[in-house]
């Protein structure tokens, strides 16, 4: 330990250091003034300094704050060296930085306590400097570590200007990241694409895993993947990325260049719900199916719903931050206070629906992150698809027999063989979604015969899919013909499937799935083609897709 003993008289800096060394206090520095003192500090970085008030060059009440100065955030202790008893004078020692005093005569015992119990004081001050400098590293290093994670994620999960403009929106983490996501894509086709999800829990955990899911959903969003497509996409990749602690509820929608047409996949998200101008709910999309992330590809289901909405009509979707926000008195926000805010205010904007949300919060702390979203019905123009098509013709045909039938679907192979060509991206989901309707109604009615009343209630659609699985384990013969014949004069796909079935009742069978909330089948398809036409009793079916 350093110690510094300032004081012009020779006598009583010869006993302070006489009695410092006799209690074991080796490295001792003397100074005769003040600004020798100053200089010989600057130089030995001194522990403690015994400081003398009265000095003729500089006293101690001018000595004293420098010496604190120069010592920065460590504790310095200066024991002022004073004969007097004025209590004024002792008062001004310490307010210019003294610590403590010694009395002349000095005492050894008090003297070398009082030092000992600077010294532990200093001790504590130097490792505490010590701990502050490692963490302020340590800040600084993961302050540049967020400012380079957040540059990523502002270029990563950025919403196309081309399609943000259609779209109304609130994204308010509950931390500095989002385990919230909002991304939107235009489609090949001229219409786009958008996904909305929540990753368990909130920040950066959380937020990690929306960067491969944003670069997938954008990859997929310009090859004009079918919604199912990419649904099945994200969980394959969310499958192999994530602890089985953790999963991605999600919705994922592709809306037409028409902008009514909504093709919807919710897994564990809040309903989507569409509100006519008048305030009327025409529909919710409600969670379907598991989030992404949790089932293995076999055990995936990637069911679709369609809905045609029209113009003016407004969608309104939400992360589940929204409808668990709490107030102070515990009281959760619920789904039904938004809808019931629409129901009187149909044009409420996001920023208003909000505010109220946030009026409700009060000074309640936010747990989860929020994400809120509406879109108006409208013709999404802008979006017109620039993809050159080709100009050259082409037929693609396939002949499935019974061992085909029982063990795969061949929808997804004849729709990339197809789009391999060029320009048929832009019809990439259209096609997918009317081959999987003709060929599921062909088989499944054609020649399973299966009945489709069957799935009138939960139970029935169960035992619908029990009795489908049987007869195809059973089935010993069958086959279907699937002909795509493209003419670039007119710009049309041609896609003609055949059974060997005994047909079925076609007329009756789109009558039943109009009624149905999926929106699917035979109704659904001609709304995707320019022409679908039924003959020879229900076994063969021609669909023509506008490229």
């Known amino acids: 330990m350093r110690i510094l003993i300032v004081d012009d008289e020779p006598l009583n800096r010869f006993m302070l250091l006489h009695m410092l060394e006799e209690a ?9 003034t003040g600004r020798e003192a100053l200089q010989l500090a600057q130089r030995i970085r ?22 604190k100065k120069m010592a920065g955030d460590i504790y310095l202790p200066v024991i002022f060296i004073t004969a007097m008893d004025d209590q004024a004078a002792l008062t001004r020692c310490l307010e210019v930085g003294g610590d403590d005093f010694a009395t002349k005569p000095f005492d050894r015992n008090i003297l070398t306590a009082k030092i000992r119990a600077h010294a532990r004081t200093r001790l504590l001050s130097i490792r505490t400097n010590k701990q502050n400098m490692e963490l302020n590293y340590f800040r600084r290093g993961v302050e540049r570590e967020h400012a380079i994670v957040e540059h990523i994620f502002a270029n990563a999960l950025t919403i196309n200007p081309a399609t943000k403009k259609f779209f109304e929106y609130r994204l308010a983490p509950a931390s500095t990241f989002n385990g919230d996501v909002f991304l939107s894509e235009p489609s090949p086709s001229g219409g786009m694409y958008f996904l909305m999800g929540d990753f368990t829990g909130h920040g950066l955990a959380s ?42 509820a999600a919705v994922v929608v592709e809306i037409s260049a028409s902008g009514q047409q909504f093709s919807v996949w919710n897994g564990g998200m809040p309903d989507l719900t569409i509100i006519t101008p008048e305030g009327q709910i025409s529909k919710r999309f409600i969670s379907l199916h598991m989030a992404l ?15 045609n909405a029209q113009i003016g009509d407004r969608l309104i979707g939400y992360s589940d931050g929204v ?50 979203i509406s879109y108006t019905c409208q013709n999404l123009t802008g979006l017109t698809s620039k993809i050159e098509i080709s100009q050259l013709p082409f037929q693609i045909s396939v002949e499935m027999q019974v061992e085909q039938l029982v063990k795969f679907t061949p929808i997804y192979d004849i729709v990339v063989m197809v789009c391999s060509q060029l320009g048929m991206q832009r019809v990439r989901s259209d096609l997918s979604t009317v081959i999987s309707e003709l060929f599921m109604n062909s088989l499944d009615h054609g020649i399973l015969k299966l009945n489709s ?4 209630s939960t139970e029935g659609f169960f035992e619908y899919f029990k009795i489908r699985n049987q007869r195809l384990k059973e089935l010993k013969q069958g086959e279907i013909k699937i002909s795509i014949n493209y003419q670039p004069k007119d710009n049309l796909l041609s896609i003609t499937l055949t059974d060997s079935g005994d047909g079925f009742d076609y007329q009756s069978l789109q009558s039943k799935q109009e009624s149905d909330t999926y929106g699917r089948g035979i109704s659904l398809i001609k709304t995707l083609c320019q022409s679908v036409q039924y003959f020879d009793n229900g076994r063969s079916v021609l669909a023509k897709i506008k490229v």
């Open 24 to 32: 074991g206090y080796a490295d001792c520095f003397e100074a005769e």
């Open 46 to 67: 001194p522990d403690i300094v015994l400081l003398d008030v009265v000095m003729p060059d500089m006293d101690g009440y001018e000595v004293a704050p420098l010496l």
């Open 207 to 248: 937020a990690v895993g929306a960067l491969p899911i944003a670069r997938a959903f954008q990859a997929m969003s310009r090859k004009g993947l079918s919604v199912s497509e990419i649904s099945q996409t994200l969980n394959e990749i969310l499958l192999s990325l994530l602890p089985e602690d953790m999963f991605f």
């Open 293 to 307: 992330g949790i089932l293995e590809v076999a055990d995936f289901e990637d069911n679709i719903e369609y809905f």
């Open 323 to 372: 409808i668990e926000l709490t107030n102070a008195e515990e009281h959760m926000l619920g789904d039904e206070a938004i809808l019931s805010w629409l129901a009187l205010n149909p044009a409420m904007t996001i920023a208003e629906i909000s505010q109220r949300a946030e009026k409700f919060r009060g000074n309640a702390e936010q747990l989860d992150d929020i994400t809120l």
């Open 453 to 456: 009343d069957i799935k009138k």
